[in-house]
Nanobody
């Protein structure tokens, strides 16, 4: 089960952080993914982090502005969003993919088995 926190309203150029906690797991053999879905658009990959934290791919649209990280002690994933733009407005979803020993990150929605409900991020101009 995933529970998302954070989001809300920010002005362009501002920052927000969203986080997501996973319950019911005692291992760290999973990757985190953050996706977003703007009104009338398909859900898209934003960022991911591998089980070790060493691999962190980003969508080109957020590279250099967003940072994904994880805290395995608390089974929590984070997405720090800086230099926000109005086009970042969307519902943000956290997701978990079971990876076993593979230390990679998938950008495919179908590879993520567990999803949080989503949290709304609104950026005003």
């Amino acid at each position: 089960q995933l529970q998302a926190f954070g989001g809300g309203l920010a002005q362009a150029g501002g920052s927000l952080r969203v986080s997501c906690a996973v319950s019911g797991r005692t291992d760290s053999d999973y990757g985190w993914g953050w996706f977003r879905q703007a009104a009338g658009m398909e859900r898209e990959f934003v960022a991911g982090i591998s089980r070790s934290g060493r691999r962190t791919p980003y969508a080109d649209s957020v590279k250099g502005r967003f940072t994904i990280f994880r805290d395995n002690r608390n089974n929590t994933g984070y997405l720090q969003m800086n230099s926000l733009k109005p086009e970042d407005t969307a519902i943000y979803f956290c997701a978990v993919a079971n990876t076993g020993s593979w230390d990679g990150v998938s950008r495919r929605l179908d590879d993520y088995r567990y999803w949080g409900r989503g949290t709304l991020v609104t950026v005003s101009s």
